[in-house]
């Protein structure tokens, strides 16, 4: 997404300005979205650890330096606009919001209240129906849903959508074909296809399946061709949050069809919303009419209402009628700004046109949204004579990398992004001496791989010394060569509480550093046991799962250990010609080692001795799960 505005931008100069002061509005393009991917499939990160290494090592520093160009303290930044590709925008980047606080931001979420704050419920017969959320069972598809929203809003800001921000949407790979255009020749009255993975979808399926006149299931469509023929065939279409926000690319390929959307959301912005009129170009319901949906959909949702957005979305308006955008003002000032013909752009122009990416209209219509926008903080701010003082923002100032962090975010911006050489040009032309710190600029610009340390999913932690001048915390020493987690303690909770999962302290997580001292088990053990002043830094490191299945007959070849009464389970302590060993030849993506931890033996996983014992059993096969440390 961000990469599509760069280069719409770059391959197409009426679009721009090749003068600074004639510039209306500047964007400023980023590849972040694309480095969070890469760091996810390449190293494979975390969540939060992709977020917070793309941030610290990427996106903070370039906003540091837009911040001190000329160009941004002519208005404090109130003409500045970017995008994102992540779902939450600002919110997902949060080390980074305090940066973007004069902008304008375009991102795939907008206010979490719009269809309320605008009145955009469709109408029906029960008066509770827009108000409601609670499913008739008393489920509630509201709060699962946005889970991960409020699991973000508990560590981070709340999602913070500003007046002056954008919706962006998603490029359909469909373009509008002559059949889209038919209102009659639709036998289905509603479709949709998708896997089951929100409550809203697991609802629709559950409700409409099997039901006459519905085709709606998990099964996808067998090819674009039978996608596509699916939706000709439909009337409406079900468009709902997935794995990502309800907006998504299925509203932009249904429009494309002439299929009229149902949106069944509690929480949705649609993109241009101040220049196109969505109330009648979709059907708005909450998640709670999700079980009257037959009801609706058979009586109360008439032909009238569908003819009324298939004009809007399909056809467009007829000639000398008020079409898109509605806004027409605005209309002939970008019609006049850009040289266009205003009857020949505005009149006809259906939705299924303007989110043709390919096409120009889209791309005019959210210029102008953005530009009236940015055109008028910048005016109001002229206006009050609001100068305000340049952003503070102290705590980021000098963001600070930690020792686990050296990885060559510079090597994989250049194999992954093709905004790479506008990088370039922003490093040549003051970015090194500007906004990086050398020790920062030296992390960057590394070519080493990553290090191993973020190789073997390792993380920091720091925890505070007791009155005894000890850490507060429980470890397990029964391996002489590991020391490992044992239990959870106040500190360790404490931590716990005010840090994202990736950096969350958990049982059976290995230290394999004390204050960047790596040593064997038994002498990081003593170091922990030493009283001492300040802060202890931990590296641990977090074990994966794996799952041996082993067919008798033949020796294991493992020795395992414990200690009776102390040890939480056995550990590997040598790995011999056997089972495991040629198992480990054949799997080598899952393969086991010395000081790995044995969780159970065929469903047995308590006491340790028991465990044990069941690996001693001659007959039968064997299903092993341990906890895996990547030397």
């Known amino acids: 997404m961000e990469w599509y505005f760069l280069e719409m931008l770059r391959n197409n100069r009426q679009y721009r300005s090749e003068d600074l002061e004639d510039a209306e509005f500047i964007y400023f393009p980023h590849c ?10 390449r190293f494979n990160f975390t969540h939060w650890q992709a977020i917070e290494r793309a941030e610290l090592g990427y996106l903070v520093p370039i906003l540091r330096w837009a911040h001190r160009s000329p160009a941004h303290q002519r208005h404090h930044g109130r003409n500045f606009w970017t995008v994102f590709s992540m779902d939450l925008g600002r919110q997902d980047f949060p080390r980074s919001a305090a940066w973007l606080e004069p902008w304008s931001v375009g991102s795939l979420t907008g206010s979490a209240t719009w269809m309320r704050d605008n009145d955009m419920f469709f109408k029906t017969h029960s008066d509770s129906l827009s108000s409601a959320r609670k499913d008739a069972d008393g489920s509630d598809c509201w709060d699962l849903d946005t889970a991960p929203v409020a699991l973000a809003n508990t560590m981070f800001p709340a999602r913070n959508f500003r007046v002056q ?3 962006i949407s998603i490029p359909s790979r469909f373009s509008p074909h002559p059949r889209s255009r038919r209102f009659g020749g639709r036998p289905v009255l509603a479709y949709f296809a998708g896997s089951p993975n929100s409550c809203a979808r697991e609802r629709i399926v559950k409700v409409l399946s099997g039901e006459p006149g519905f085709d709606v299931s998990t099964s996808f469509a067998k090819s674009n061709d039978d996608y596509r023929e699916r939706m000709w065939r439909a009337r409406f279409c079900f468009v709902l949050r997935g794995s990502s926000h309800t907006n998504n690319v299925r509203l932009y390929d249904v429009i494309a069809h002439g299929c009229v959307p149902i949106i069944v959301s509690d929480d949705f912005q649609p993109p241009l919303d101040r220049l196109l009129p969505w109330k009648d170009m979709a059907i708005f319901l909450p998640t709670s009419s999700i079980p009257r ?5 058979r009586h109360e949702i008439t032909e009238e ?3 009324r957005c298939f004009r809007n979305i399909a056809l467009g308006s007829p000639q000398g009628e008020k079409g898109f955008p509605e806004d027409l003002e605005a209309a002939k000032h970008m019609a006049s700004k850009f040289a266009l013909d205003r009857d020949t752009l505005w009149s006809g122009l259906s939705a299924g046109r303007v989110f043709e990416w390919h096409d120009s209209h889209f791309w005019i219509l959210f210029y102008a949204d953005v530009a009236n926008k940015l055109r008028d903080r910048v005016k109001q701010a002229v206006e009050k004579a609001v100068h305000p003082a340049p952003l503070r923002v102290k705590t980021l100032e000098q963001p600070e990398v930690s020792s686990d962090c050296e990885m060559s975010i510079w090597e994989l911006l250049k194999k992954n992004s093709p905004q790479i050489l506008w990088i370039d040009s922003v490093l040549a032309e003051g970015l090194k001496p500007v906004i990086c710190g050398q020790e920062l600029l030296n992390k960057l610009s590394k070519k080493e791989p990553l290090m191993w340390k973020e190789q073997k999913n390792c993380y ?5 010394r007791g009155p005894d001048g000890k850490p507060d915390i429980g470890v397990e020493k029964s391996d002489s060569d590991f020391l490992m987690i044992k239990k959870m303690t106040a500190g360790m909770s404490s931590w716990n509480e005010s840090h994202p999962t990736s950096h969350q302290i958990g049982v059976f997580d290995r230290i394999v550093e004390v204050n960047g001292q790596a040593a064997p088990g038994k002498e990081l053990g003593r170091i922990l046991e030493t009283p001492s002043t ?5 590296l641990l490191q977090r074990p994966s799962t794996r799952v041996l299945t082993l067919k008798r007959p033949g020796k294991l070849g493992i020795i395992a250990n414990y200690m009776p009464n102390y040890s939480l389970k056995p550990w590997i302590d040598t790995v011999a010609d056997g089972l495991v060993a040629d198992w480990n030849k054949a799997n080598p993506d899952a393969c086991i080692r010395e000081h790995d931890r044995i969780m159970s033996v065929n469903g047995v996983s308590n006491p ?14 064997l299903e092993i799960v341990v906890l895996h440390y990547v030397p």
């Open 32 to 41: 972040v979205s694309q480095l969070y991917f890469a760091l996810r499939q």
């Open 165 to 167: 921000d954008t919706v």
């Open 293 to 297: 949906l037959v009801h609706l959909l």
């Open 305 to 307: 209402d569908r003819w």
């Open 460 to 464: 920091l932690v720091t925890l505070p």
């Open 534 to 538: 300040g802060d202890v830094t931990l």
């Open 608 to 621: 340790p001795e028991e465990v044990v014992l069941q690996m001693r059993k001659q007959d039968g096969d």
